[in-house]
C-alpha cells in the first residue's frame, strides 16, 4: 500500500480529526477499506438501519527516515441517537435532549488504533467486546441511571470476532507482543479490550481516573490498576502540557478535555505531518471545524476550547 493512502471515507465518523493548512491535500488519506457489503439490523423501535462492514485499514508513515506502519481496527459498530452525537438545546438540558430524541446515526465504527513504533507496540484505546451486546447481564453491577441512559441512547452491533484478538491476527499481530496501552479516556467501548492486557503498562491521565464520568467501573477487569499519568508543561506548543509516552517524545499524550473532564488525545509527530487519535473529541471532522458541540460531552466549554486548540495548533503544523 502506498505511504499516502491510509483511512476509508467512513473512519472520517471516528474521531479523527482533519483540520488545518489550506494547502492540506484531502486525498491524503485516500478509501482503502471494502465497505460495500451491508446487512440490516432491526433496533427495537422497529427502525432498520443498515450496517458498514468496516474493515481494518493499515498505512506507512515515516520517522526519522524509517518505516513505521499505524493500523486502525475495526472493533465492531455503535449507533448513539442524533442529539448524542450533535448538541441540541441549552446547557445542560442537551443532555437530557438525548433521552427524549426518537433518532439514531447510522452505525459508526469502534476503532482501534496501533502504531508500530520502534520503542514497541502501542495500542491507542481498546474497542468493544461482544459482551455489551447483553446489557441485562452486562451492566447487572451498575446503577440503574446509568443502565436506563445507556440502553436509551446507543445501540451495539458487536461480535465475537470483531474483538481486537481477532483483529490482530487479521494484520499479523500477537496481542501478547503489544509493549504499551494508551487510553484517551474511560468510556467502555474504549476499555471493554482491556481484557487482552493483563500484563501490559496501561496509562491514563490522572484527571481522568480521578474524576472519571459516564464511565462504567464493574466492566472493569479486576486487575485494572492503571499507571495514571501528570502532564508536564512546556512540552508542546498551544497545548503547553504534554506526557511523553516514546523516549524521542514524538507520541505525546495531550489533555483534550470536554468529551470526559479528563479526556487525552496521542499525538504522533511523524516526519511528514502530525497524526492526532483523538478519542472522543467530536464524531467528525466537520464538528471541530464547524463548533458543533456533540451533546454528549462532560463539559462544553471544554470541549469549545479543545476544539479551539485544534484548529490553533493545525493552523501551524499540518495536521490529521
Not at 452525537?85 to 446547557?91: D, L, P, V
Not at 447510522?106 to 520503542?119: A, M, N, Q, R, S
Not at 499479523?172 to 504499551?180: R, T, Y
Request: aromatic share 12%.
Amino acid at each position: 500500500m502506498e505511504r499516502r493512502k491510509f483511512i476509508t471515507d467512513a473512519a472520517k465518523y471516528a474521531s479523527l480529526t482533519l483540520v488545518g493548512a489550506s494547502q492540506f491535500n484531502n486525498n491524503l488519506f485516500a478509501s482503502t477499506a471494502n465497505m460495500s457489503n451491508t446487512l440490516a439490523t432491526p433496533f427495537s423501535n422497529g427502525i432498520t438501519h443498515k450496517v458498514s462492514n468496516y474493515q481494518h485499514v493499515t498505512t506507512t508513515v515515516k520517522l526519522r527516515g524509517k518505516d513505521v506502519k499505524v493500523h486502525a481496527l475495526c472493533t465492531g459498530k455503535v449507533a448513539v441517537k442524533t442529539n448524542f452525537k450533535t448538541k441540541k438545546g441549552f446547557g445542560e438540558l442537551a443532555k437530557l435532549s438525548i433521552l427524549f430524541d426518537k433518532h439514531y446515526t447510522e452505525y459508526l465504527p469502534i476503532w482501534v488504533w496501533v502504531i508500530e513504533h520502534p520503542d514497541g507496540l502501542i495500542v491507542v484505546d481498546t474497542g468493544e467486546i461482544s459482551a455489551v451486546t447483553q446489557l441485562g447481564q452486562y451492566l447487572s453491577e451498575e446503577s440503574e441511571l446509568m443502565k436506563y441512559f445507556f440502553r436509551h441512547s446507543a445501540r451495539f452491533n458487536v461480535n465475537e470476532r470483531d474483538e481486537l484478538n481477532y483483529q490482530f491476527e487479521k494484520v499479523n499481530l500477537k496481542v501478547d507482543d503489544v509493549k504499551l496501552v494508551v487510553l484517551t479516556h474511560l468510556h467502555l467501548d474504549h476499555t471493554d479490550g482491556l481484557k487482552f492486557f493483563p500484563k501490559q503498562e496501561i496509562i491514563v491521565g490522572k484527571q481522568e481516573f480521578q474524576h472519571a464520568s459516564g464511565n462504567m467501573p464493574t466492566t472493569y477487569p479486576k486487575w485494572f490498576n492503571p499507571n495514571k499519568v501528570d502532564y508536564k508543561n512546556d512540552r508542546i506548543e498551544v497545548f503547553n502540557q504534554a506526557y511523553p509516552i516514546t523516549t524521542s517524545e514524538d507520541l505525546l499524550y495531550i489533555p483534550t478535555p470536554g468529551h470526559t473532564h479528563g479526556h487525552s488525545s496521542v499525538l504522533f509527530k511523524t516526519d511528514d505531518f502530525d497524526l492526532l487519535f483523538a478519542g472522543d473529541i467530536s464524531y467528525d471532522q466537520q464538528q471541530v471545524i464547524n463548533g458543533e458541540l456533540a451533546g454528549i460531552s462532560a463539559d462544553y466549554k471544554k470541549s469549545k476550547q479543545t476544539y479551539k486548540q485544534i484548529i490553533d495548533y493545525s493552523t501551524h503544523h499540518q495536521t490529521i
